[in-house]
């Protein structure tokens, strides 16, 4: 817990290192509902958890080790369910999911290599795909536009490269 405040109080903080993101693209999952693995996971959603191998579960079927069931029906992997073309997705738990796929790595190195200036801190702090997948997939100021409004109301948890499309005034 202190070592994680540590880190969030760096966030604010430039970060000047040069250290590569570690890329997970391939999984060595076997069986998911073995204990002696752990997991981080999505943590918040009240009805689906997004776990860092690329499963999304029902909260219920998550396990003590904070896996995914990968053995119960309704868990799936990679999934984009509720995601558009453009990489923006109407619930956040399949947004990172989505964005955890191995096929999306070079869109995100892209779009890491030309973050602007004012997020640089924000994914210069993120140290592997997941940790940047839940970063990307957060509503953030390039999902409203008036300060007010989201660009897409339906479709707010984006991980692609550009932010959903202005809507008409």
Request: overall charge negative; hydrophobic content about 30%.
């Given at each position: ?8 109080r ?62 119960v ?32 790595q ?17 994914f ?19 999902s ?18 550009y932010?959903?499309?202005l809507?008409?005034?």
């Amino acid at each position: 817990q202190e070592e994680r405040m540590v880190r969030d109080r760096n966030l604010l903080q430039v970060q000047e290192h040069e250290q590569p993101i570690l890329w997970k693209v391939k999984f060595s999952s076997g069986n998911s509902s073995q204990l002696s693995n752990q997991c981080r996971n999505s943590v918040q959603g009240k009805l689906l958890i997004t776990d860092e191998l690329g499963y999304i579960c029902e909260r219920k079927d998550l396990q003590v080790n904070g896996c995914c069931n990968g053995n119960v029906a309704s868990t799936k992997l990679y999934s984009c369910d509720s995601c558009l073309p453009n990489g923006c997705c109407s619930i956040y738990e399949y947004c990172v999911s989505c964005c955890l796929q191995p096929s999306k790595q070079h869109l995100l190195e892209r779009f890491l290599n030309r973050a602007a200036i004012a997020f640089q801190n924000l994914f210069m702090a993120v140290e592997d795909h997941f940790e940047l997948c839940l970063a990307k997939c957060r509503t953030s100021s390039q999902s409203v536009q008036h300060e007010n409004t989201y660009r897409d109301p339906i479709a707010k948890y984006c991980y692609g490269e550009y932010p959903p499309e202005l809507l008409p005034v």
